[in-house]
T-cell receptor, first 112, second 112 residues
Framework: SQTIHQWPATLVQPVGSPLSLECTVEGTSNPNLYWYRQAAGRGLQLLFYSVGIGQISSEVPQNLSASRPQDRQFILSSKKLLLSDSGFYLC???????????FGPGTRLTVL | LAKTTQPISMDSYEGQEVNITCSHNNIATNDYITWYQQFPSQGPRFIIQGYKTKVTNEVASLFIPADRKSSTLSLPRVSLSDTAVYYCLVGMIYNQGGKLIFGQGTELSVKP
């Protein structure tokens, strides 16, 4: 069966520090992968998606970036965090039904 | 993706049937209607999807009238564990990179 992992689960970082969040998927090959952010507990915002290795589409211009170095690995990064980057970051992969996505456990990021 | 409108919050009691209605007046011919459930500090979970009439699975039922301009998610005999945010999404993103657009959702609170 397919599983999705994210780490770390929680992270507290100072403003201006770098960020690296990792997402890995098991049990599937060549998945479409997605990064979302959820602030204030509601309304997910799509940040990036990838249809294959090295292919990244950005949905929202900001100080975050994404990379897909391997088929089942998706990384979210920042060179300098802002206070507004705080939130719950979720990675997902697309299932077989039309609008189906499977989400990981998420990373709670607090920028101080 | 079509815009959706759903109530911000709903209250219910254990054992009752809960119906959450979503309006999507601008639904396109190829659009599917999809519902996700999200518990606190977890990623959303796909629960049901339909195109027209009625769809039922082990979790919920989805009722879609002939004009498809609205849909109703029905949760039979809710329990405290059904307390969550429920998102209605409309679109057909299978061949569009798989992007999902989440609105604010309906926060369902089930009381004993």
């Amino acid at each position: 069966s397919q599983t999705i992992h994210q780490w770390p689960a929680t992270l507290v970082q100072p403003v201006g520090s770098p960020l690296s969040l990792e997402c890995t998927v098991e049990g599937t090959s060549n998945p479409n992968l997605y990064w979302y952010r959820q602030a204030a507990g509601r309304g997910l915002q799509l940040l990036f998606y990838s249809v294959g290795i090295g292919q990244i589409s950005s949905e929202v211009p900001q100080n975050l970036s994404a990379s897909r170095p391997q088929d089942r690995q998706f990384i979210l990064s920042s060179k300098k965090l802002l206070l507004s980057d705080s939130g719950f970051y979720l990675c997902a992969w697309r299932g077989t039904q039309y609008n189906e996505q499977f989400f990981g456990p998420g990373t709670r990021l607090t920028v101080l | 993706l079509a815009k959706t409108t759903q109530p911000i919050s709903m209250d219910s009691y254990e054992g009752q049937e809960v119906n959450i209605t979503c309006s999507h007046n601008n639904i396109a011919t190829n659009d599917y209607i999809t519902w996700y459930q999200q518990f606190p500090s977890q990623g959303p979970r796909f629960i049901i999807q339909g195109y027209k009439t009625k769809v039922t699975n082990e979790v919920a039922s989805l009722f879609i009238p002939a004009d498809r301009k609205s849909s109703t998610l029905s949760l039979p005999r809710v329990s405290l564990s059904d307390t969550a945010v429920y998102y209605c999404l409309v679109g057909m993103i299978y061949n569009q990179g798989g992007k999902l657009i989440f609105g604010q959702g309906t926060e369902l609170s089930v009381k004993p």
